[in-house]
């Protein structure tokens, strides 16, 4: 089979696939190319019929992993919350107690007693701060 076989847009696909799986594996030795095209949705004998267009093979990719040097783990991101000093919140219609904040990305903030207004603008500017990647769920 050529690469020429394989349509331009199967071709990007098994190439994102192929960086991916190349990056996973530095995590993870142990993980299949089989396992890691079914948890990405992509079609693993045309995956392979790919590989074997482009002389690419899963034991060299895991013997070049074996062989490179670990990468320095990366620090975890986070947003630093800094509250300002505030008023105590007034109990009232708009107090809010025990509210949970869950965001697409799966970012969780609880709170045991907050403002609804300050609630909604929090909710409101770390979507922003994200770019704008959908709504949160209260």
């Not at 590989?51 to 990366?74: C, F, H, M, N």
């Amino acid at each position: 089979m050529t690469s020429t076989d394989i349509p331009e847009k199967a071709r990007a696909h098994y190439e994102r696939v192929w960086a991916d799986f190349a990056q996973t594996l530095s995590s993870y030795k142990k993980y299949t190319l089989r396992q890691f095209c079914r948890d990405s949705n992509t079609n693993y004998w045309g995956m392979k019929k790919w590989l074997e267009a482009r002389g690419l093979t899963v034991r060299d990719l895991k013997r070049e992993v074996r062989e490179s040097k670990p990468a320095a783990p990366q620090a975890p991101s986070f947003i630093r919350f800094v509250p300002e000093p505030a008023a105590p919140v007034q109990a009232g219609p708009s107090a809010v107690r025990g509210a949970c904040v869950v965001f697409p990305n799966g970012v969780r903030m609880a709170f045991t007693e907050i403002d609804a207004a300050s609630l909604a603008a929090l909710a409101s500017s770390y979507s922003c701060a994200e770019g704008g990647a959908g709504g949160c769920s209260i």
